[in-house]
């Protein structure tokens, strides 16, 4: 079935250095697409999303990368910092879906000091 | 800054009770959602609310559980008779007419 799914569930990295968190999805039809942060005892927080019209994105320090020919989303952090610990979700939308997210697994992002 | 805000952030309840999860979503948002984490897993989708009237749910949302915004403020979740499979995070979240989702804290759900 359609679904949207992470490959690594966790990611140890030095502080200061560049994270990269992978998403892959494989409904075809999703058009908009969403990073979200989660620390401990929070509700999801909004990174950055992307249109599927649009190949990448920045904002600050972070930077999404979207393939659609191979179907896999991408989070980039640069310069990571220890408040960057937390869970990262990739979510995707489809109007055909009824503009409801449907989140994959998460990635656990710990930086070390 | 806004923000959506859930009480009661921890819930406790027997098996078979009625419990009623609140939030209050930003004041400008017309688009209104719960979702459920159950520990350690993903966050799923349950229902959607516009207009005062669910747009679309899942498979999880069966007869048990009911959306309601009885004022202009508040949108509830009630699950009628709660099961173990229950307990989870309750993550209420709304969004003006744009794509951009604000999610709450959460109520954990803890069903005894």
């Known amino acids: 079935g359609e679904s949207v799914g992470l490959h690594l569930p966790t990611l140890s990295v030095q502080e200061g250095d560049n994270s990269i968190i992978n998403c892959a999805y494989s409904n075809s039809a999703s058009d908009y697409f969403i990073w979200y942060k989660q620390e401990s005892g929070k509700g999801p927080q909004f990174i950055i999303d992307i249109r599927s019209n649009m190949d990448k994105r920045q904002g600050q320090r972070v930077t999404v990368l979207l393939n659609k020919t191979v179907k896999h989303l991408s989070l980039q952090i640069a310069a990571t910092q220890p408040g960057d610990s937390a869970v990262y979700f990739c979510a995707e939308n489809s109007y055909n879906a009824g503009n409801m997210l449907t989140f994959g697994g998460g990635t656990r992002l710990m930086v070390k000091p | 800054e806004p923000e959506v805000t859930q009480t009661p952030s921890h819930q406790v309840t027997q098996m078979g009770q009625e419990v009623i999860l609140r939030c209050v979503p930003i004041?400008?948002?017309?688009?209104f959602y719960w979702y459920r984490q159950i520990l350690g897993q993903k966050v799923e989708f349950l229902v959607s609310?516009?207009?005062?009237?669910?747009?679309?749910k899942s498979e999880i949302f069966d007869d048990q559980f009911s959306v309601e915004r009885p004022d202009g403020s508040n949108f509830t979740l009630k699950i009628r008779s709660t099961k173990l499979e229950d307990s989870a995070m309750y993550f209420c979240a709304s969004r003006t007419d744009r794509e951009e989702l604000f999610f709450g804290s959460g109520t954990q759900l803890s069903v005894l």
């Open positions: 004041s400008n948002h017309l688009y």
């Open positions: 609310f516009y207009n005062n009237e669910i747009s679309e």
